[in-house]
């Protein structure tokens, strides 16, 4: 077949433009290709964002990863968290625990709440700036007063202001605790309270009364005729009276709950296995608040000599209609060993070697030149000396002096060297006044010093003793 030369350049023309297309057709597919690899290995932005394949909420898959395992960009997450919110549900309520506030997760910053709530903890609570009060709450079990009931019952001391009780006793543990004046003839001034009611309301009482009997076990003294006092026998017996109602409430609910809570000895009921307590007297149900019960007291003393130990208190109340109830509790007179003496100096006077000389004293308190000790605590007690040697010295390793007192007539002499405490024999009973009796004796004067008169020291103190028996 001959082609013309038109012809030729036709076909010419044809295979340069099937040349270009196969050329432009490699040239798509090599960018096609390449494009895909690129995929594989890094992820350019200009992919379509994979929706569903990243939001896989029940898998929990960690967020820079795909389910495949392999690195995905962080546009394409932040894409994919765009398009499809995050919504968190449970079934549990969430409860805010106001009793631990550092435990929520809401940023919370604690504000001045003395001009918002005297009673609660103020909070700015989230972004909203919501003021939060924490209130404590509570129940209590219901307290049925079938009849006459004493509630309560305690001592305290006799301290007021602005005329009201303070609530106080003298020890931080349970129960009603006193201490002795520790000086002579000043006793303790208690006062002895009982709360009372009744069925239906406060008690309509015929009298109501305390008893406080001595320690059982220990002997106050032993008269010459071998009587004894003491030994839970009746001290001292009294009505109380009734107290203004507000300043019970202020007593009980304020003073004693918050600043005195162990110092009640509470009643009960048995038959409901109940125990009364603040709960049922305070708040704005309480028995004492809404006068359903009331408040008695009434003022006594324990003596500066009464004996340490623990006296019993009984409460006795009657109503009108005959009916009787008593309560009972302990106080407790606190260990207190101590004395005074009316000299402050003990002058032997002209001394001579190997004499002795003796200085006695009297029965008479506050006469100085003529010793006396008394027992002012409400323990028994025993006298101890210490003197030093005047600076006489020693000779051959003995002392140049030596000493002897007793506490008492009747009692005997007890010999101490200088520098040395001793005990004397004679035992100060409660309240009892007694002579010192002194003795020295010199058995050699330095030979270096010819000075005429030598200074010393001594000192007094007092161990306690174990109390009189009852048998």
């Not at 962080?74 to 631990?100: G, R, V, Y």
């Not at 208190?313 to 606190?334: D, S």
């Not at 003197?387 to 003995?398: A, C």
């Not at 004796?441 to 330095?446: A, D, E, Q, V, Y």
Request: proline share 4%.
């Amino acid at each position: 077949m001959k082609f013309t030369k038109k012809s030729k350049t036709k076909i010419w023309k044809l295979t340069a433009w099937f040349c270009l297309l196969v050329f432009v057709f490699s040239f798509s597919l090599s960018k096609a290709e390449e494009t895909i690899l690129v995929a594989e290995e890094g992820a350019p932005a200009v992919l379509e964002p994979a929706v569903e394949p990243i939001v896989a909420v029940e898998e929990e898959a960690r967020p820079d990863e795909a389910i495949s395992g392999k690195p995905v960009d962080s546009q394409e997450i932040a894409a994919a968290e765009d398009l499809i919110p995050l919504i968190a549900t449970t079934s549990e309520p969430i409860i805010f625990d106001f009793s631990q506030p550092a435990e929520t997760t809401t940023p919370e910053t604690v504000v001045d709440n003395s001009a918002n709530n005297v009673a609660g903890a103020s909070e700015i609570a989230a972004s909203g700036n919501l003021i939060l009060h924490e209130i404590l709450t509570g129940i209590i079990r219901g307290a049925d007063i079938k009849g006459l009931t004493v509630l309560a019952q305690w001592q305290m001391l006799n301290e007021k202001a602005n005329g009201n009780y303070l609530g106080a006793d003298e020890s931080a543990l349970s129960g009603a605790q006193f201490l002795p004046s520790g000086q002579f003839a000043i006793n303790k001034p208690l006062a002895v309270c009982a709360l009372v009611a009744d069925a239906g309301g406060p008690a309509d009482l015929n009298s109501l009364s305390a008893a406080i009997n001595y320690p059982a076990e220990i002997a106050k003294a032993v008269n010459q005729a071998g009587e004894i006092n003491g030994c839970g026998q009746l001290k001292t017996k009294f009505n109380l009276e009734k107290l203004d109602p507000l300043e019970a409430v202020a007593l009980v609910c304020d003073k004693l709950r918050n600043n005195n809570n162990n110092l009640l000895a509470w009643g009960s009921d048995k038959t409901d296995n109940l125990v009364y307590s603040y709960e049922h007297l305070c708040g704005q149900d309480g028995l004492l608040v809404k006068q359903a019960a009331a408040l008695y007291c009434a003022e006594t003393i324990l003596a500066y000599d009464d004996p340490a130990g623990d006296y019993m208190v009984k409460i006795n109340a009657k109503n009108n209609n005959g009916a009787e109830v008593t309560g009972e509790n302990y106080l407790k007179y606190l260990e207190l060993t101590t004395f005074e003496n009316d000299f402050s100096e003990i002058l032997y006077g002209p001394v001579k070697i190997n004499e002795l000389k003796i200085l006695e004293g009297d029965l008479a308190w506050n006469e100085a030149t003529l010793p006396t000790v008394r027992n002012t605590g409400n323990t028994r007690a025993q006298i101890k000396i210490w003197q030093n040697d005047f600076g006489l010295g020693k000779t051959n390793g003995d002392w140049n002096l030596n000493y002897q007192a007793r506490v008492g007539g009747g009692a005997d002499f007890i010999s101490y060297p200088p520098e040395q405490t001793t005990a004397l024999n004679n035992i100060l009973e409660l309240s009892q006044t007694a002579k010192m009796d002194f003795t020295i004796l010199i058995n050699k004067f330095p030979e270096l010093n010819s000075g005429s008169a030598y200074w010393g020291k001594m000192l007094l103190a007092a161990d306690k003793v174990e109390p009189l028996s009852c048998k």
